[in-house]
């Protein structure tokens, strides 16, 4: 028997929205969030404002002349906004150098950055990321385990959430650590015995591309089952349909025949 549009479009959504397609989708998203590893998890740039402010004031006690004085000023507009070390996920993992970004024309003193520039500011590996890594590992078996049938319904949603809760917890926390960490990296650099001088005050700690991603995403991931659970196991379309047809239909009783 055919379903009406109105019955189609409803089966459709709760497949969707319910245990049915969480099970099929839930692995494609926490597959994406390890891959977001391998992108720019923290970065570190200038404070342009900062140091504008700080080297203009030395360049006036020095006599700098205008010229180099615009050339300083020229400089730092030219690395506003841009990240001169990137950590990624994998870096921060397994303690691997970060990537040292080129210096902006208006910067360029010569000179290229070298293994060893990177490995003066490795950081080595940040617990809290081994961990987010091992959350989101954890939710990506529950959810595979959910595309083959051997977990499914509640309990595979509530997994999903769980440690996808907890990878979105550890990931924020990480960020949070790596930025005392390199700040402090920093200010313990040459130049910090200098009275009153903060190297740190100079730079910032920004969230790379990859870990909003990775967050955002998991955050979905953690909505979607969420509903699932709530939606349950509800069926799919072509379960219905299949139901539908081989239900028999009740038969129509014969009008009585008329009177003689």
């Known amino acids: 028997m055919a379903e009406s549009p109105d019955t189609?479009?409803?089966?459709?959504?709760?497949?969707?929205l319910g245990e049915p397609g969480a099970r099929r989708i839930s692995p494609f998203l926490f597959l994406l969030v390890v891959v977001c590893f391998f992108l720019a998890f923290a970065g570190v740039s200038c404070n342009t404002d900062a140091a504008k402010s700080g080297l203009q004031g030395l360049a006036g006690a020095?006599?700098?002349?205008?010229?180099?004085?615009?050339?300083?000023?020229?400089?730092?507009?030219?690395?506003?906004?841009?990240?001169?070390?990137?950590?990624?996920g994998w870096a921060l993992v397994f303690g691997k150098d970060p990537t040292i970004t080129s210096?902006?024309?208006?910067?360029?003193?010569?000179?290229?950055?070298?293994?060893?520039?990177?490995?003066?500011?490795?950081?080595?590996?940040?617990?809290?990321?081994?961990?987010?890594?091992?959350?989101?590992?954890?939710?990506?078996?529950c959810a595979i385990a959910g595309a083959f049938g051997v977990a499914r319904g509640r309990s595979r949603a509530f997994a999903a959430v769980?440690?996808?809760?907890?990878s979105i917890v550890l990931l924020v926390l990480d960020q949070l650590h790596v930025s005392d960490v390199l700040l402090a990296k920093i200010a313990a650099s040459a130049g910090s015995s200098?009275?009153?001088?903060n190297p740190a005050s100079y730079f910032n700690v920004n969230?790379?591309?990859?870990?909003?991603i990775a967050v955002v995403v998991l955050a979905v991931a953690v909505l979607y089952n969420i509903v699932a659970m709530i939606i349950g196991d509800a069926p799919d379309i072509g379960d219905i349909a299949s139901?539908?047809?081989?239900?028999?239909?009740?038969?129509?009783p014969e009008p009585p025949p008329p009177p003689p």
């Open 8 to 16: 189609v479009v409803r089966a459709n959504r709760l497949a969707l």
């Open 62 to 88: 020095e006599g700098v002349s205008s010229a180099d004085a615009g050339a300083i000023d020229s400089c730092l507009d030219s690395l506003k906004g841009e990240n001169v070390v990137s950590y990624t």
């Open 103 to 141: 210096l902006p024309a208006a910067c360029d003193t010569g000179t290229a950055a070298t293994a060893a520039d990177a490995g003066q500011v490795n950081i080595g590996p940040q617990l809290l990321a081994v961990l987010a890594l091992v959350a989101v590992g954890l939710a990506l078996l």
């Open 162 to 166: 769980i440690f996808g809760t907890g």
């Open 194 to 197: 200098v009275p009153g001088f």
């Open 207 to 212: 969230a790379g591309i990859g870990l909003v």
């Open 243 to 252: 139901v539908s047809d081989t239900t028999p239909m009740t038969p129509v």
